[in-house]
Nanobody, 119 residues
Framework: VQLQASGGGLVQAGVSLRLSCAVS????????MGWSRQAPGKEREFVAS????????YYADAVKGRFTISRDNAKNTVYLQMNSLKPEDTAVYYC?????????????WGQGTQVTVSS
């Protein structure tokens, strides 16, 4: 199984980015999907998840109201729409797939995409 994250970049505070996570080797309809991030010198932290059915989403308090996770099972892709970006959102963003229908321990991880937000 391969998870390929993309869409990161260097942006100014206040703008938007959309991250994509394209999955191959498995159909994502069998997995809950999520995004985590790791800033320099910090531990990896949960950002958002979407249930296997797509009916439930969860967000870290730091991104609630600004980020939206979605999934397109037909394209085997998960997205993270990030609005009103802040410098503290700077991190490497990783997507993951979990066999838990509501997301939990990740079975597969992607390689990460760098997001840098300048003030």
């Amino acid at each position: 199984v391969q998870l390929q994250a993309s869409g990161g970049g260097l942006v100014q505070a206040g703008v938007s980015l959309r991250l994509s996570c394209a999955v191959s080797g498995r159909t994502i309809s069998n997995y809950a999907m999520g995004w985590s991030r790791q800033a320099p010198g910090k531990e990896r932290e949960f950002v958002a998840s979407i249930s296997r059915s797509g009916g439930s989403t969860y967000y870290a308090d730091a991104v609630k109201g600004r980020f939206t996770i979605s999934r397109d099972n037909a394209k085997n892709t998960v997205y993270l729409q990030m609005n009103s970006l802040k410098p503290e959102d700077t991190a490497v963003y990783y997507c993951a797939a979990s066999g838990n229908p509501y997301y939990g321990t990740s079975d597969y991880w992607g390689q990460g995409t760098q997001v840098t937000v300048s003030s």
